[in-house]
């Protein structure tokens, strides 16, 4: 992982810089912080480093410490990227998959899609899944990780509480918490299997507590 300085919560980069003064800066700030975002799901933290952040985005190496206070502040901007990127895909599947009604299976498989993401190419989403936890991990350490990350969440939480009662279920806070920690634990114990199967071992514990943590509408 990346080395970050855990700098005190609540520090800003100079404003100058995080604003990009201009259309240009604030173009070429989100073009280090998307060719950031891309090189973390390729590589962990360890592949965000200056250089190769601006050689992806193709800008000089000097716009990253320009646009940037630190390295840190880089890396907390590629994490939000990339979970706007995933609100956004968590979005259109609500969208594509419509009206639910109160189909058990149905919500199971959209819940698990919002929380790991849509089936695709198998690679692809191995290193999406490994890119979401290493992150969850990292912020538990460093502070601007963790403040991006508690903002994301609650846009997730407010996703799932709205599929889960459009179902016909019944939603608390605890309870919700208790349904995501579910399938991040499956999720975490598949990985580390020899033959991971994420996604089939999240969906079964889902399908075994969905009934207890968001009951069904009598």
Known sequence: MARMSALPPGVPANPARASGATPKGERRRHALACAAADLLVEGGFDAVRHRAVATRAR??????????????????????????????????????????????????????????????????????????????????????????????????????????????????????????AVVDGAVVGALGEVDPEPRAMARSMLLEVIDVVAPAHR
């Open 59 to 180: 800008l000089p190496l000097a716009s990253t410490t320009y646009y940037f206070e630190s390295l840190d502040d880089l890396i907390a901007c590629a994490v939000e990227v990339l979970g706007n990127r995933e609100l956004e895909v968590m979005r259109g599947r609500i969208v594509e998959r419509g009206d639910l009604g109160h189909d058990l299976e149905s919500t199971v498989d959209l819940v698990v899609d919002l929380l790991i993401g849509p089936e695709d190419g198998l690679d692809e989403a191995h290193e999406r899944l490994v890119a979401r936890y290493e992150r969850f991990i990292a912020s538990a350490r460093h502070p601007q990780l963790r403040e991006v990350q508690l903002r994301l969440r609650a846009q997730i939480d407010d996703l799932l509480t709205d599929v889960l009662r459009r179902s016909g279920r019944i939603v608390h806070e605890q309870q919700l918490r208790r349904l995501v």
